[in-house]
């Protein structure tokens, strides 16, 4: 065995050169790896007694790509290309030796090599366009020489890896090894160098370039499909260009075309954005000062209390990874209704080739239903999602002090009442906490988990990591009205009320919203939640535009009318009723309407959540600013491309922030727009979140 260098080992068996790569936690392309491969590709080629060569890695994974965290700074020698091309034109025969995930750079090695083995749970695949970027070492060329055109333009533009058995089918690899994948690919290469003669290279394939659908229309058809869903992206057109390259010019041609491309999404703010979101999503789950020795409780069996929209989909998250979950409402109705709307939820996505027939009954099977707190007596999670009123939850909160067994966790779904005073109802205050689900709760990845004063470590290491377990992105936050996402939520919503009421048509409004990238605007989205929530109807006094909408019957979307009239397809249009309304209530508050620009618009509803952001900070509200930046993606629908609020602050500039703050301030009067002293030191000293 020759060690290569501390991250790849150079062994010699039976006439092969094994070269392991071990660089945990994924053995990405660092600099000391991709050196290691590369010394250790020469000294097999010098050395006589091998005929034939193994690329493989220990660990959990193949090479899962390059190293991101290296980005930000200049690449070092060897680079990546220079030990593909070495690979690409080695004199003896190369093997990828595949288990875990061979992605981005790490595909594009395997398929620099002659060819590929791989374990059956192996995936492939090329997620680069996750980073807005494209696969800039030979990806886009090689892949549709190899699995055609239509599959590489799904698998660069989705990112989504494929399985074994579908690289096998589409010839990406060229064996299904055994379970020692390690010794089949030493007997696979000795084979191939025994028989001799000439070995495949990707490149050289050009036969599926071509199919019996011509290349335009599958071109046309991938940029229709995807038009709606990557919206404001970059990188997916990007993509499709690169395999237009490979299609349209020779292999050396196209591989300018890929570096030309590559090097301007590098280079740009999208991939910036989304490099930095990669890292923000995973420190979200890092939890700062929990002992490593803290115990992680286990949690085998879940009660939800409330079977409605939030029950119900909170359920479903149980039973799509096999935790056993009881739901209990307070009537029988109430309860098959409840149980029916997730059977049709299962059934729905049945439909759409989501989900087998059989997961259906599996899923449904794990849910059960219950008329008292009673039967959540041996559950380790007990979630409540009744109506957001104090006074309810509390009297819940004291039963299930009584019924839950001691172990048990107690968390509440509220999306903005006072934790600590639910936990108050209890005799366990470090046994509850909040577990704020996103609606619909089966859908949305966010998870605000809610520490409460004396919300112990345990409990939250135990929800932390209990949010991955069904697949939620979490991010722990403190306790304040709306936590995280509603209390800067609403800073946008009232700055938008307020431009509206100064003039600016709602739909003006939202479209500003919308090509910033959210998927909806600020009246869109309150129509859809419904204008009457948290309404008075008793006591309502025409006070505000929304109280005149719902006095109005006007509610949102479910009544068909709100900010926008609905037709039956939920297609929102512009009101005449409304814009009169508007001006009607401006002139009876003394408001003079105006023509608003839509940089003002933009400036006025995305700067105070920036700056809410920033007193959240200050308050230890949220751990990082990264983690509200997480909230607001998985949450809020804000365009991955830019980050999150504090993101984008940071690309905007602070001190560009802090000065446009202090012109509204200057122009209303309104000590809403104080920047944060958070935000203004920051700024003065050239700082960032
Ligand atoms: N670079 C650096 N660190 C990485 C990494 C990478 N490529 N992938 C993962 N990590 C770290 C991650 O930050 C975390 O660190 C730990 O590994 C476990 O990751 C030239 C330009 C492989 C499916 O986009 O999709 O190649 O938090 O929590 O859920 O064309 O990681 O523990 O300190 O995600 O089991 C293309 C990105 C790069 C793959 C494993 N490749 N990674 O998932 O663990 S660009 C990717 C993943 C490129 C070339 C281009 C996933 C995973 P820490 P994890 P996981």
Known sequence: MVAVNNKVRLDIEQGVAVISIDSPP?????????????????????????????????????????????????????????????????????????????????LETALCCNYRIASANAKFGLPEVHLGLLPGAGGTQRLPRIVGVEKALSMVTSGAPIGAEDALKTGLIDLMAGEDLRANAIDFIRDKAAIGGDHPRVRDN???????????????????MIARKTRGFLAPEYNIQCIEAAVSKPFDEGMKTEGKLFMELMSGAQSKAQQYFFFAERQASKVDGIDKTTPELQIAKVGV???????????????NVGIPVTIVETNQTALDRGL?????????????????????????????????????????????????????????????????????????????????EIAQATSRPESVIGLHFFSPANVMKLLEIVRGDKTSDSVIKTCMAFAKKIKKVATLVGVCPGFVGNRILFMRQHQANLVALEGAPVSQVDKVLFDFGFPMGAFQMADLAGLDLGWDKDNSNSETVKD??????????????????YDD???????????????????????????????????????????????????????????IDVVYVYGYGWPIYRGGPMHYANSLGL???????????????????????????????????
Request: glycine share 10%; aromatic share 4%.
């Open 26 to 106: 994924v053995n990405a392309l660092s600099h000391a790896v991709r050196e290691g491969i590369y010394n250790g590709v020469n000294q097999a080629l010098a050395d006589d007694s091998v005929g034939g060569i193994v690329v493989l890695c220990e660990g959990r994974t193949f090479i899962a790509g390059a190293d991101i965290s290296e980005f930000g700074s200049a690449p070092k020698e060897p680079h990546l290309h220079t030990i593909l091309e070495a690979l690409d034109q080695s004199t003896k025969p190369v093997v990828a030796a595949i288990h875990g995930t061979a992605l981005g750079g790490g």
């Open 305 to 319: 209390i409330g079977g409605g929209l939030m029950g119900g989909g909170i359920a479903m998250n149980m039973a």
């Open 655 to 689: 001190s560009e922030v802090v000065a446009k703050l202090r012109a509204y301030q200057q122009q209303t009067g309104d000590d809403f727009w104080e920047p944060s002293p958070l935000l203004v030191s920051l700024a003065e000293q050239g700082g960032q979140f």
């Open 569 to 627: 397809s939920r297609r929102p249009a512009p009101s005449a009723v409304v814009a009169d309304l508007i001006a009607d209530h401006a002139q009876k508050t003394g408001v003079i309407q105006r023509q608003i620009s839509d940089q003002e618009i933009l400036d006025r509803c995305i700067l105070p959540m920036v700056n809410e952001g920033a007193k959240i900070l200050e308050e230890g509200i949220a751990m990082r600013a990264s983690d």
């Open 548 to 565: 005149r909408l719902c006095e109005m019957g006007r509610c949102g979307q479910k009544t068909r009318s709100g900010f926008y009239d």
């Open 340 to 420: 029916g709307t997730i059977r049709k939820n299962y059934e729905n996505t049945a439909s759409k080739g989501r989900l087998r027939l059989e997961d259906v009954e599996t899923r449904c099977n794990l849910i059960n239903g219950a008329l008292d707190v009673d039967a959540l007596a041996d559950c380790d999670l007990i979630i409540e999602a009744v109506f957001e009123n104090m006074a309810v939850k509390k009297d819940i909160f004291s039963r299930l002090d009584v019924v839950a067994k001691p172990t048990a966790i107690l968390a509440s779904n509220t999306s903005a009442l006072d934790l600590n």
């Open 206 to 224: 050009q036969e599926k370039l071509s199919s019996s659908v011509p290349n335009e229309e599958i071109f046309a058809g991938v940029r229709k």
